[in-house]
């Protein structure tokens, strides 16, 4: 079927990539692109970093490319509400209906809340711009700042409030930090990490409820604590913007289910970024990936895939992320589980400058580097490469 109009739904990281390659590729049919935020596609990275510290102004977060139109229509201040595949066409907010023959879904994630949490203010969380500038704009006044969630958000949140010399608890419901995904080892390293940088982190503890009249006063916490606090934020993960494709009869239980090719199972309709929980045929089993790299790449193979029609070719990706924590540049590739061996090398723990790999049945699966840039990225070829465990820390030892 002739592609005459192809809607990308999301108008950031991933839509904006996918919205750049449709046109490197040769598509000269109409293009419109849809998204919910009245900004020109940025970058959410620095806005738990360098906006917060103030070391960036907002027009640095601008996304390369985001300044050009790419031919398309850009809808933005707009929300996908309803998804009809029969009709191939996508209702918006504005009651528009819009017709497709192609269409790629990228609307991201939103933050998941604690359940009840009061409507105090001071009590924040961040995903948008305009989370980050009123965080921004609350840390002015030099608050009592208590983060809840020590993963990489929550922990780049703490780590840029003491970096303005603030007062932070940092909150967490595991018993260290990221203990889930990194393993207690490397989690430990992470509390440790905080705790030399001032850090007042509570581990093992979650939040039973906010003290205030109107603006948040404290945090009581499970084991009876009362944090005294001015502001809160909240970084507890996040969840994936399904709800427009609700009815549509896709599987929609963990972001959209897609195949190797980033195909959902409704004809010219694909996936990519935080939403897409696709195939992975590096690991043969489906995984959702909630990074910045993985947005970039995956928004590029989806929309290569829809103008490839019958051609289109399995996106097989090692996932990628970094983290920057105070003077820490903290990077990883691949999928580690807390079961995996794991072997220190390139350094050791005490020096802030090492890898962690992961090993499990024999294989590399997973690199966490610490101020080791060039390395992790080494090893994220070495992963796809399927490099076996035992290989890995005998080379790293010698290098
Ligand atoms: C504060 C912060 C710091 C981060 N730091 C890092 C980092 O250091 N390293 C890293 O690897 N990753 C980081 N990430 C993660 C990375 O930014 C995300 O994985 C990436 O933005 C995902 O891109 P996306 O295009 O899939 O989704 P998003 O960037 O979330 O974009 C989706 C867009 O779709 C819009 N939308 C949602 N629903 C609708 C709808 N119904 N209709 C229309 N539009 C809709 C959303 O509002 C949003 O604009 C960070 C994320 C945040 C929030």
Redesign the pocket.
Known sequence: MALERIVV?????????AVETLRREGYEGSLVV????V?R?Y???????QILTGQWEVEKTALPGSAEDHGAEWKLG????RLDPAARELE??TGERVGYDGLIA??????REIPSTPPLAGIHS???LD??LAVRSALEGSPRVCVVGAG??GA??AASCRARGLDVTLVEALPVPLGRVLGDRTGAHMAKLHRDHGVDLRCGVGVDGFEGSERVEAVRLSDGTRIPADLVVV?IG?IP?V??LADTGLDLRDGVACDATCATALPGVFA?????CWENPLYGTAMR????????E??IAAAENLLAGEGAQPFASVP?????QYDTKIQMAGRPLPTDEVEVVHGEEGDHRFVVLYGREGRLVAALGFNRPRSVVQYRRAIGEGKGFADAVADARQA
């Open positions: 739904v999301g108008g950031s990281l991933a839509g904006l990539r849809v998204g919910d935020e900004h596609p970058d959410r990275p620095p806005l738990s970093k707009t929300r996908a509400v918006l907010s990228a609307t991201g994630s939103r933050v961040l995903r948008t989370d980050a990489f958000i780049e949140v970084g996040v913007n709800e427009w990519a970024g935080d939403i897409a990936v909630e990074h910045w790299t993985h947005a970039v995956q928004g990628f992320f970094w983290s920057d």
